[in-house]
T-cell receptor
């Protein structure tokens, strides 16, 4: 079985601060990794994804994430947050090679003060 | 490209009543998922369809929940009878399967918020 752990449940930052949200997963095989975002009043949407290749992936709105295989981690980063980044962020994993069940972490609520 | 459509957006019922949610995935997407998202938690998979067959329903409370995807397109999730703890947002998502592998990249609908009183 696969599982996802997000360490920060609530994060409050001021604009221009740097952001890093932790995500660790457990799965015995190869995985596809995702970060989804849910802005207030909107549906969940993809922020970025990692399938293979360069472990540093870039997504929309200046977000990036780094896959560290040895640590089973896929942390999300942004050098300078904006008020419009206020949202819920969910890390998700999809095991490959037989298990195609996308599993989500519990999410991190990010509030950015102007 | 039209997104994933869900209805109704909101539903309030009393416990022991029944409710049904409908989902129409993105055209051509073979895989359809129903997730339950309780306030403060991440989405939890209830059932996954590949075309009109069930791939995984291990976390579906089958004594009260049922789902079907006739003809491999739209899907209905039913709860009967509802309990207080079923209050949640029910999310429908779809994904395509390129080269025979489902990557797990999901496209979500707006969700159906259920309140059970």
């Amino acid at each position: 079985a696969q599982s996802v752990s997000q360490h920060n449940h609530h994060v409050i930052l001021s604009e221009a601060a740097s952001l890093e949200l932790g995500c660790n997963y457990s799965y015995g095989g190869t995985v596809n990794l995702f970060w989804y975002v849910q802005y207030p009043g909107q549906h969940l949407q993809l922020l970025l994804k990692y399938f293979s290749g360069d472990p540093l992936v870039k997504g929309i709105k200046g977000f990036e994430a780094e896959f560290i295989k040895s640590k089973f981690s896929f942390n999300l980063r942004k050098p300078s947050v904006q008020w419009s980044d206020t949202a819920e962020y969910f890390c998700a994993v999809n095991g490959r090679g037989g298990s195609y069940i996308p599993t989500f972490g519990r999410g991190t609520s990010l509030i950015v003060h102007p | 490209e039209a997104g994933v459509a869900q209805s109704p957006r909101y539903k309030i019922i009393e416990k022991r009543q029944s409710v049904a949610f409908w989902c129409n995935p993105i055209s051509g997407h073979a895989t359809l998922y129903w997730y339950q998202q309780i306030l403060g938690q991440g989405p939890k998979l209830l059932i996954q369809f590949q075309n009109n067959g069930v791939v995984d329903d291990s976390q579906l409370p089958k004594d009260r929940f049922s789902a079907e995807r006739l003809k491999g397109v739209d899907s209905t999730l039913k709860i009967q009878p509802a309990k207080l703890e079923d209050s949640a947002v029910y999310l429908c998502a779809s994904s395509s399967s390129s080269s025979g592998e489902n990557t797990g990249e999901l496209f979500f609908g707006e969700g159906s918020r259920l309140t059970v009183l």
